[in-house]
């Protein structure tokens, strides 16, 4: 097959190299794009009397009628046609004519490309951002049942200080709201019409930029034809913010895989979202879980492959950027479906209240109270801090837990200790003394979840 | 010396661990945002009732005198105090006492860092901004004297089709207002307090966020206390958005490289910023591109150190948390210097105008004009790129470049040509019918120039 | 379908979490490998009469019928059947009922899968050791045939001294060594036979690990069945090895693009591989070059990938693993495919020699002698760096090159200038007076060659 | 003070330049080995006769000097004069006059500079691989003390088999085993001298190669003059293998943090090497796993600099290569500490038994033994593994563990299970029956810390 750029070439390409340039494996998931862009650019060029309203008629029912091929797969695809846009352009001069080579007019592969990554990510981009919401709104279902689950909360995996679930489940929930505010702020950078730029200088023809862009929703037009063919900024800043969301996910992942130890025993998955062992019959693991804390690893390495690519490229256009597609789908297609998963996962997942008797007996969990108790009777905290510190290191000679000592052993260690102290170390008590904005006490986490209720809005 | 948290610790800690764990060397680089912070914390104890005004200006005007010595170079640092929040609050009990004790009252040295790194970092975004923008009008300055410079465009590193050297850098300038673009939105998720997350959970005491947000400037509070305290997003989006801004200037400065080469020879790098060769005479190379694209490479491997970091943590605070510090640092002060150096290196270089005559030997700059001229002449696009083309190939044989064919033998190639195809395809005509939004011909130059004018304020 | 690990659960994997946890869709690229592992294991398995002969058989034909299958294109791939393994042991049962059962004695998918990936990348590694090889003797060849070309030697891009083409094109060959050197120094730790380790214990039967080893060609045996099921440092030390093999690529990629510009101009990729524009008409561009050069980040991001992955996880198996085959594989197929592309690309481009007359007007490629002439004559050599320093400042305000000054204007210089000078500076005898080993003088240059026919077997 | 390449230099280096492009803040660590080749380099200059005797020895006292004045810290350092070979050139001016000028006769900063590294990172190398020895020796000295504790072994952090603690510390030894592999092969391309490649093109004076790699200890010498001087590929393999190295320890630190835990209560770390906290007053925490496992991404971050760095640059030196230094010298410190603390770590911690009574009240360790015994008993594994799938259901309705059902029960699952099967699947005999090479039996890992022992040699 004759190459649409061979006007000046003698040989043909070679069939290994064909192969290794083509990028129509992958870039046929821009079709519905491209068929748009066309649309729009032919009706622009009609708009501007650069085509006859009839040709640009023509052009477009052909353009329809590939799409309907596509949609229907009964498209055919040629290697030798390099990618989508001279895939769908030959296909059309099959269709109509010679009249197809004016859709060509004002247009390169090089603006013609960008066109269609910027619609499908902005496409994208609001479906993970709807993803994420859901994963958020089950969060929120999920905090709203689980206010009264104390559980112990950790720094550096030890046991801290008593915390209610609902808590930390709205932490991650907060992680998710940054992820689609950055998600937001990408868009303004991907709303942006490249359309007109041309190989890079711009075109001879007397274009309607702000036309096509308004046919296609754009909420801008790019400024520079130069810049605006060699522009990737728009997918690496995506992939940073789905790398975020990634380790975001990974967080929670590598949790429900702690919790789902036995050792742990915070959760149960469902068998819906579990899987077992071809050879322990007895093992139910969170597969879900540590699949998406896995594919962590695969946007980080697409955030790496795409800046590596662009790293002192001089301008504008140079072929290494046909290297964006594939870590930008793969991207795309981790997320939503990570997003899903992890939806799914939690939504069937229960959760298992370790009894509060069992919580006392391990990590000290109100030390900090004690120290905090000891602050109102009128030491420095950092003097408070001292005495409690000797007090667990008692009660760890003693094989106690806080709650087992008497007061008359406290008080061999302090004179402030006085009766109240009990009450004061209780764990339901400590949890709700923590009232403060973003504090974990109960009456603040209703506050909480009230407020993300109206937040949460698309 | 006795660790602030050594209660409950019998043996004292190995050397070598202490060390390891120790961060004065690199946090210290805090310490003006620590004693910031904590003096708000102590007017807001103070304000709230939490301790006596008194106590809060001992701690104030304590904390202002070792302000002083740091400025002045004679604070102490001691490694055994680990980081510098417990070298300052040690230092203050110094100085005024027991007193000082009070100051950790209602928080944690883990709301603390956050804190700090967030003062720290809100205060370079600002910084980092401006040194963008007076890049920006570096490259604005440098646009309005060379509009009239005609320089080949290129795609793939060949001469693709003429602009004005104007347009090609302000293809430069929107790269960095975009860069600019996402500081500012980062900052949305930077400034924000984080103080009153205490260890994790909030705090016992009936603190003020919002008085010592106010006190500290901060737009926003945060609402979970145990994201507050293990969330480092702020700096991944902030080093995400460095790393591409490096990639943009790893791209100008592999040109600035390419046009300093004797082949190219578009740009004389003043002396001042050039080196010579230790062994070479003749050798002036163009070091700052090149350390700017190379340290190109340190600010995406310290993206991927900070990603790494964070993979699969559990909440809450995890001591990996502690390797935030050096590659923001590291981003900063690269970030800084880079555009420091780039923009003293623009100011000082002479662009080098290749002759017209020159440019028209080789290349075929203006095939496309001549392509798009046929079209103007009722061919469909595709065959008159394929005329072109074949054009090409004749003046290849021929050894000519395509000013210098006769109008005799073009019209072989194609009787659509006619005399006024040698105007046409003449370079400045070329460059100035792209007269599109973003288009390289010199009066939407001129369009550019005047809106950037307008935009580029603070 | 229903699962062959579903003996302990009540509910059937939800579709979304199939499709998600599936692998079949990459890793039935195994199938070669997997089948061969399997028929070693069934023959140890009689060998050391845990199952008879006649159930050996039986298993190894009907796994002999499922490769016919593969071959064939006719084998049904089922995603709830998760892996390629299970797929085949499933189809085994259909072809030879339960007996197929049996296979699984003493065997984990644990260990299973590590022994494919083994099997696998062994192959490979060997096919990529041959494809460098093909490489380094296109260069090989090339170098022979241009040892008389003398080009300019780089540093910072800037011409610095004359050397042989041929040596240049050594200087790659030499980098393309050390990566055949790494990768059979990887293959140490990739020919490992993990077989045996089961889930990860090791196994209750009376396998006999080295028979398997012996039938499947392995050099070693893995030692510990916990480390075996869990170790992927073989292929992230591959991975790491086709990353610096790729980074050479990307540098010898971004010679040619440079080479084939109109300003280097010493290179002509044929038309085979090249490709056009569909815009541009005049345009040749070198996009095997900027395709390989864009690769490197795929290869570099793979990397990345695997290392995060493998970032933290618990001993022994997790999920997180399977995440490993994707990089690798694409890794596998990227190496293989550039180092294909290039081998071609070279062998079929035209290096054009730039006269010599035009190599002395710039550059000045041979100040570093004079300055060697000077110490000749007695000059410590940083002074006589200075002199020539000092004469070459004298060229460029003159606007000579070296050749063309007078001996009167050089003694002005320093007394030392002789009229020997002109002979010591000229290009050739600058190549030639390199007589050292490592050196470009064509007599070195010659004898590398000799020593490299020898060298390079496979 | 002028630059020693200043002649041909008319204006000053700007004081932002010169901070920008100084090195000797970070390569003044190199000093020894700098020193070291220059005595080297001096020596052999007058062993081929291209100096004096007088001359060499003269440099050599010269250079003596300096080398004290560093090791007593008198050296003086000058950031304009850029570089520690520069720095340290000058003051042996200062100290010998103008003979000094003599040691660079056939040298330059490229060659020298790649000879410091090569030199240094040999010797890293070296501490490194005793380092990790020392790491493996003492977990030989754990395997032996607790090759009687059976712990849980993990699959997807769910309870699988019972082992030996010994057999997962030997899990981990073998890992080390091939990092100290992999350092070793590295040592071949990074011992390699590259003195004698001068610029890039060799040089012009009689130099004696093998001399001067005899007179410092090479193993080899390096091939080929441009690849020698910009070839920088043997950090970015010793960074890959610290990388491995690091994500081993990663590893093995997210374990002692999981066993640290109230939850797991597998490890105890000893006070010297855990830390509290500033607010709360019970806490013990493994910083020194947790800074650890923080650490990888400083690596990982490191490797990517690197790569990144090399992309794409044309040969032979580059300014960007100047950026190799700070990720090498980081990756050094920081692999040489953390192995260091690791061993530290587990030098002094305690491993706690988990009474038997209660492995056997959760996870199932012995299921798969229970199928194997079903296979015993003429079931293919198949079946048995789905038998026993049923048998844990049926003790998960129940509440029951394995040894607690009785075998009524069993037989109503399977006619198979006969009154043997509850000594089969005990823990210990589970253990024990391992019996296979790299298998959990105590026979087996008797017969590995043996051949270990007389393995770890360095």
């Not at 109270?369 to 000679?397: I, S």
Request: aromatic residues 8%; positive net charge.
């Amino acid at each position: 097959m004759k190459k649409p750029w061979s006007g000046r070439f003698k040989q043909s390409t070679d069939r290994l190299m064909e192969a290794f340039s083509a990028s129509i494996a992958y870039d046929s998931k821009l079709y519905a794009h491209d068929i748009a862009g066309s649309i729009a650019h032919a009706k622009m060029l009609a708009h501007t009397g650069i085509i006859r309203p009839g040709e640009a008629n023509k052009i477009v029912s052909g353009l329809e009628k590939i799409r309907k091929e596509f949609e229907t797969g009964r498209f055919e695809f040629r290697q030798s046609l390099e990618d989508i846009h001279m895939n769908i352009e030959s296909r059309l001069a099959e269709l109509i004519g010679p009249v197809a080579g004016k859709l060509h007019t004002a247009r390169s592969r090089n603006d013609q490309v960008c066109l269609d990554i910027r619609l499908y990510l902005r496409a994208e981009v609001g479906e993970i951002r709807a993803a994420i919401l859901e994963l958020e709104k089950t969060l929120l279902d999920l905090a709203v049942k689980h206010i009264d689950f104390i559980v112990p909360g950790y720094t550096h995996l030890q046991r801290a200080q008593p915390v209610s679930l609902a808590h930390h489940l709205l932490a991650h929930l907060e992680m998710l709201e940054r992820d689609r505010g950055r998600l937001a702020d990408a868009l303004k950078r991907i709303d942006v019409m490249p359309l007109g730029s041309a190989a890079l200088a711009g075109t001879n023809f007397p274009i309607d930029r702000a036309y096509t862009a308004k046919l296609l929703g754009f909420a801008k037009i790019s400024n520079n034809s130069i810049d605006a063919v060699s522009d990737r900024d728009f997918l690496i800043e995506f992939t940073a913010a789905a790398a975020a969301l990634m380790m975001h996910l990974s967080r929670f992942a590598e949790e429900v895989v702690l919790w789902s130890s036995s050792e742990f025993g915070f959760i149960e998955l469902s068998d819906a979202f579990s899987t077992g062992s071809s050879i322990m019959p007895q093992k139910k693991n969170p597969d879900p879980a540590e699949l998406v804390r896995g594919k962590t690893g695969r946007v980080y390495g697409n955030l790496v492959s795409l800046l590596t690519m662009m790293k002192s490229l001089p301008l504008a256009y140079n072929r290494d950027l046909q290297e964006d597609k594939e870590p930008l789908f793969d991207t795309v297609d981790t997320v939503k479906m990570c997003l899903a998963v992890f939806t799914g996962m939690l939504q069937t997942a229960t959760f298992k209240q370790v009894p509060l008797d069992k919580l006392r007996q391990s990590g000290f969990l109100t030390a900090t109270d004690m120290a905090d108790y000891l602050v109102g009777k009128g030491l420095p905290f950092r003097e408070a801090h001292g005495v409690t510190g000797r007090t667990v290191a008692y009660c760890l000679e003693e094989n106690k837990h806080l709650e087992q000592i008497t007061l008359g052993e406290l008080r061999k260690i302090s004179s402030r200790f006085e009766k109240d102290i009990f009450d004061y170390i209780a764990l339901e008590k400590s949890v709700d003394r923590k009232d403060v904005l973003g504090g974990t006490s109960r009456k603040r986490i209703r506050q909480q979840i009230a407020r993300l209720r109206r937040a949460l809005v698309k």
